[in-house]
């Protein structure tokens, strides 16, 4: 639902995709997709864990209700922390100012 119907901010490592609800009273919801071109089983769920960590600690600053999907892509892999943490703020600024414009 939120790939196909939300808004979509891509940068080098990863693509967000962000659908808001107007479920307010629905919590925020957060889906991983983590492909095989990124690499091996251990890569994946490695670069998966890292994500959700990012994430996790940015869940405040969506609105109740909201449906985001994080995709990594293959640089995902061999990005550092800070890198990929970096990728999510702007992805993530991108997605929030569209929703602000939106509901003017």
Request: charged letters at 40%; proline letters at 5%; glycine letters at 6%.
């Amino acid at each position: 639902m939120a790939v196909r119907r939300g808004d979509r901010a891509g940068r080098p490592r990863l693509v967000l995709h962000l659908r808001h609800r107007d479920d307010v009273d629905e919590p925020v919801r957060v889906g991983f997709t983590v492909g095989r071109p990124v690499g091996d089983a251990v890569t994946r769920n490695k670069v998966r864990r890292r994500l959700r960590h990012i994430v996790r600690e940015r869940l405040y600053r969506l609105p109740a209700g909201s449906l985001l999907v994080v995709r990594a892509n293959p640089k995902a892999a061999t990005a550092r922390n800070d890198e990929l943490a970096a990728d999510v703020d702007a992805a993530l600024d991108r997605l929030l100012r569209r929703e602000v414009k939106r509901r003017r």
